[in-house]
């Protein structure tokens, strides 16, 4: 008997030391994997600082679900509505401010260096649930950074489209004006919101001879041409890149209340302009007054057309990219701002 109860009981000190060893290799497991929560934990805080999301308030997801269904199915649509986007001054500010930020300090006339935020790029995008006929087209502004030489644009850079911005930054505290006010052009010419460049008058200003010396300046009488011609055909532009500099001098005007982004498309012919533009679709960008409307009862933001802040971005591309524009006696009219850089012909 003594021999078998020996070994019963070496056998049971052998599990107790098995049963401990697994205890501890457990506690140990656990303390690693706690650890591995805490450094998880930590990193995605450090990651929800920052989202993706366009300067519009779109994350970048459905942006590129949007802007690829509107590459995909733009064919079906052969009479886009005409539509405009109004931001008002605080939101269009702000976008500024980001892109500033983001860029970082910088002399004005100083070259934007690789990696720098440099502009932002205005897309067509659509709904995705709809996919014949005539589409849901709206707009998505999506941040650009200069990634590189590039010879074959005018600005003489490569400009790269990000997505990642801070959360807490002041533009994304109000997610209902960073969307924009969105319009389709009433059937009448009824001006409900402000849309001035729809009026046919406008037309009376159409002397190419008119210049704010400035490669973005165009005059009132072809933006209302550009404006009132767009959704003739069907859309063959993806999007246009503007200049930060240029923001920045439209955000310096002190008069106007927000601005104006009308679709709208190209003449057939210029009589001073590179072909590549003709015929293809663009965006306007037009600043605005407010307005009370004594006639409808409601308060309105008109657009308004000046260059007094705008022409001076001829100063800074003709000192650093090397732009040359005819100077031309300003007489007062004022007009628009486009002439940026066209996708499918300068594309991202």
């Known amino acids: ?15 107790a030391l098995f ?29 929800s600082d920052t989202w993706r999301i ?8 459905n942006a590129l679900a949007m802007t690829g269904h509107f590459k995909n199915y733009k064919k079906e649509d052969s009479r ?18 980001i892109l500033e930020k983001e860029r970082g300090k910088q002399v004005y006339d100083a070259p934007v260096q690789k990696g720098m935020t440099d502009g ?10 709809s996919s014949t006929g005539q589409l849901n087209n709206s707009i998505v502004l999506v941040s650009t950074k200069n ?27 109000d997610m209902t004006a960073i969307k924009g006010v969105i319009s389709t ?9 402000g849309e001035n460049l729809y009026n046919p008058h406008l037309r009376l200003f159409e002397s190419e ?22 959704g003739k055909d069907t859309i063959t532009t993806l999007s246009e890149w503007f200049d930060l500099k240029l923001l920045e001098l439209i955000d310096r005007d002190t008069i106007h209340d927000g601005v104006r982004i009308y679709f709208a498309r190209h003449p057939d012919k210029y009589k001073s302009k590179i072909d590549t533009d003709v015929n293809k679709e663009a965006f306007l960008l037009i600043t605005t007054k407010y307005h009370y409307n004594k006639l409808l009862k409601k308060e309105t933001h008109d657009d308004y057309f000046d260059c007094k802040w705008t022409g001076n971005y001829f100063l800074y591309v003709k000192k650093v990219l090397g732009w040359y524009n005819k100077l031309h006696a300003f007489d007062g009219t004022g007009g628009g701002d486009d002439n940026g850089e066209l996708c499918p012909t300068h594309c991202p």
């Open 1 to 15: 008997m003594k021999p078998r109860l020996f070994l019963i009981t070496v056998m049971a000190s052998i599990a």
């Open 19 to 47: 049963i401990a060893s697994c205890k501890s290799k457990s506690n140990s497991s656990l303390s690693d994997s706690t650890n591995l929560t805490v450094s998880n934990g930590a990193k995605s805080k450090v990651e």
């Open 54 to 61: 366009t300067l519009n308030g779109v994350d970048s997801t």
């Open 80 to 97: 886009p509505l005409q539509k405009s986007v109004w931001f008002d001054k605080k939101t269009f500010h702000l976008i500024v401010r």
């Open 120 to 129: 932002l790029r205005i897309y067509f995008a659509s709904d995705p649930t």
């Open 147 to 173: 990634n590189g030489l590039d010879n074959t644009v005018p600005s003489k850079a490569y400009h790269l489209d990000y997505y990642d911005h801070k959360k807490d930054d002041s533009l994304f505290m």
């Open 185 to 193: 052009r009433p059937k009448f010419p009824i001006n409900l919101h």
């Open 209 to 230: 001879n008119i210049s704010c010396s400035d490669p973005h300046f165009i005059t009132r009488g072809r933006a209302n041409k550009m404006a009132n011609r767009f």
